[in-house]
């Protein structure tokens, strides 16, 4: 105990300190603050101060480092002591030290941080942008119907930019009257971009000079006229139709039942004379009929359903234009 005592006498206070000696207080004074002060002991600040210090510090955190020290360093030697010492020199210079480390550091750092930061970012960015997500082409919808103008102009990103869709599909992109599953209507447009016009749909049973039905899987439209069979099928190949093919008794009969409730005698079906074989429009021979008995006979080039002869059929010019001839188109809806 007594042994104890003596080594804590108190020894004498030195009058004086060398210069080494309060720069070596202050070093500790600056650790000690250090310790009250969280993160002082930071590896990535530490380095990066001393990084920061050695290279872009030394210029003004240094010099205030100096002036703060003894106010008569050289900037050179400043620079350098100071330099070095920012990190732990003095409180005094700690946080501006610290700031000015975390600002150059920060601004060493973030220049090659935020450099490298943006440029993952963006790098990260464009590089989702091309390889993070599949990018879709997009058309622009301008009428908000849902489907684009297949003309474009066509973007390319991984989401729909505002006013464009996924499609290309619409016919008309200046208004939704006209677009992919709008229902046909007998308004001389192609409503439902098919590209057949007016054609039989359940809001369009009649239009113009057809009345339409829908039967065994096909549109039919049967037409009041004077068109030769040329221009009837013309007329047909609007709607998307051909005239009608007719491949069985019950078809025919059906379809002259329809027929006759318009009160016209006679329709042109789709059967043409090629040489010596009859065919269909689509230039399918004819496998069944229903020639009245000694038709054909008459040495023409078309043929039409008789519905005052229980819808049998007779051979008439492909060119005969007569108000007492209509046609019969088929399609399919
Ligand atoms: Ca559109
Ligand atoms: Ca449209
Ligand atoms: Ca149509
Ligand atoms: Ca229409």
């Known amino acids: 105990m007594t042994h104890l005592t003596i080594a804590h006498a108190p020894t004498p206070r030195p009058l004086t ?14 650790v000690f603050a250090c310790a009250l002060l969280a993160g002082c002991f930071d590896p990535g600040s530490d380095e990066g101060g001393e990084t920061s210090a050695s290279s872009t510090g030394t210029g003004s955190g240094s010099e205030a480092g100096d002036a703060s020290e003894s106010g008569t360093t050289t900037p050179a030697s400043g620079g350098t002591s100071g330099g070095e010492m920012s990190g732990g020199e003095s409180t005094g210079s700690m946080p501006d030290d610290t700031g ?5 550091t920060s601004g ?17 960015e464009s590089g989702e942008g091309t390889t993070g997500c599949t990018q879709s082409d997009w058309y622009p919808d301008a009428d908000d119907d849902g489907f684009g103008d297949p003309a474009g102009p066509v973007v390319s990103a991984c989401e729909a930019p505002g006013g464009y869709v996924d499609n290309g599909d619409d016919c008309d992109d200046s208004t939704e009257f006209r677009s992919p599953g709008v229902v046909e209507i007998c308004d001389g447009l192609d409503n439902d971009c098919d590209t057949a016009l007016d054609e039989w749909s359940a809001l369009n049973p009649s239009c113009g000079e057809c009345e339409m039905q829908f039967q065994a899987g096909s549109a039919y439209s049967y037409c009041l006229g004077t068109d030769n069979a040329s221009d009837a099928e ?67 080039d078309c043929a039409e359903l008789d519905t005052d002869d229980s819808g049998l059929w007779n051979d008439i010019p492909c060119s005969t234009t007569t108000s007492t001839i209509g046609w019969i188109c088929e399609g399919t809806p």
Not at 17 to 30: D, F, V
Not at 100 to 104: F, L, V
Not at 266 to 284: K, Q, S, Y
């Open 17 to 30: 300190r060398t210069k080494l000696e309060r720069r070596m207080l202050r070093r500790l004074a600056g």
């Open 100 to 104: 000015g480390d975390t600002g150059s």
């Open 108 to 124: 060493t750092t973030s220049g090659s941080t935020s450099g490298s930061e943006s440029g993952d970012d963006p790098g990260s």
């Open 234 to 300: 013309a007329e047909c190949a609007l709607k998307g139709a051909s005239l009608v093919k007719i491949e069985s008794q019950l078809e025919n009969d059906f379809i002259t039942a329809a027929a006759t409730e318009l009160g016209l005698g006679d329709f042109r079906i789709g059967l043409e004379l090629d040489g010596e074989t009859w065919v269909w429009t689509d230039g399918a021979v004819m496998t069944f009929d229903a020639w009245r008995p000694g038709s054909p006979d008459s040495g023409d």
